[in-house]
């Protein structure tokens, strides 16, 4: 599977790829009402479902062949809600492509332009057997 | 809402709540298709969805009448994949009930009993207007 | 204690601020013997502490009269050592300036631009009494 | 260097390790006047070395011969303040010890048995070269 070979999961929540480059993501996903949380709003575990995926399609972007990839851990910073209805606007960037893990972050913006998360996140990457 | 009341993006995800009491929420979601990473697992992003939404509810479980509560930050360790068709289990406890926070940390487990991962949380209590 | 009075603790780690403004700190440690790991290279817990120290004066920066803040949680990650020896420059910007909390980001480099270290806080403003 | 002999910076704060098993270390730390922060507490950086020099040993000791480990991320929630003249405790345990990462949580309280924080940090495990 490459990059641009979205998870079932990605489908599932309906996030389109805009660009895939080793040094960026883009993508779009269209905040729509199963996304719901107890306020009305975009709810927070989609939008880090959102950023996961891109995350792992940066990693992706980044490795060897044979390598593959998984998210150890990540983290969320929440700074305003997404509406519903709005189009959510992901860029995700590595900030660090070691030897044995890529750290990833993903900002999301709401169509308005301000920013509503910032997650962080540990790919570790692991080497083909017999490597 | 109360907290025994799912949001829309809980029903979404096909999370079935155990119980709900303010000192623990316990919960279990069929792992679907729907949820596969590009490793043919269960997606992180999936497992931090379930985790948020049932920390959003423990949140909803220790609020007083009026009060309102949001995520701000959430970080998750990653330890085992899930398998699709499992029943991955939670059980979300509070660590911290303080004035202006409370953080909650979930805990989710393959059926065969693995530790999956840990999610910890802050959310904000946000007082009624005019209190 | 105004933004530029530096706490005790600053002062036993040695921080030498440069400039602080509310959009931005900036500052330098020199790396001491005492602040060696295991590994003959700078501790881990240095490397958060200087960084804390920071996003404390970073947030202190962005407070009305009477406000005080608190650190709620903070979340490092290390990407590369700092030799002992090193000068270990710091950066820190806010990433959210809100009603209740401030979001800072802590950039640290070794003195040939490293990126060693970024640490991302949350900081709860807190009110003065009968506010 | 085993998990017993402490580094420079450990010894710089004055940790105390009371007990050092692979499977749990239990440390004391008595909270000194250089400790202080700009409200006149244990400083949160301060509270982090001390968790992050524990986390170290704990993963110390549980690696092969040969092994090294270098902390790669820490997520540090606070709860309670320390006061100046008090005793930390800490306990530090290991969540998961995989091939390539060991992830340890540390729980400092205050002499009161109040929790202050909690410290959740993934070590990566490095094989000896040539191995």
Redesign the interface.
């Known amino acids: ?1 490459n990059a641009l ?1 979205q ?7 309906g996030i389109k790829l805009i660009s895939v480059t080793p040094d960026r993501i883009e993508a779009e996903l269209s905040v729509r ?7 009305g709003m975009m ?4 939008v ?6 891109l995350g ?1 399609t940066a990693a ?1 972007a980044n490795l060897r062949p044979g390598q ?1 990839t ?10 305003a ?1 997404i509406p519903i209805g709005d189009v959510a606007r992901a860029e995700c960037v590595p ?2 492509r ?1 030897r ?2 890529i ?1 990833v972050q993903t900002r999301i913006t709401r169509n308005d332009g301000k ?1 509503a998360a ?1 997650v ?1 996140q ?1 790919q ?1 990457v692991m080497e083909p057997a017999g490597a």
Do not use: C, Q, W
């Open positions: 599977m070979e998870a079932p999961f990605a489908k599932f929540l009402e199963e996304f719901k949380n107890r306020g709810h927070g575990g989609a880090m479902a959102y950023a996961d995926s792992g992706h593959r998984a998210t150890i851990e990540s983290k969320t910073n929440f700074f809600s900030l660090h070691g044995s893990t750290v920013l910032i962080t540990t570790i």
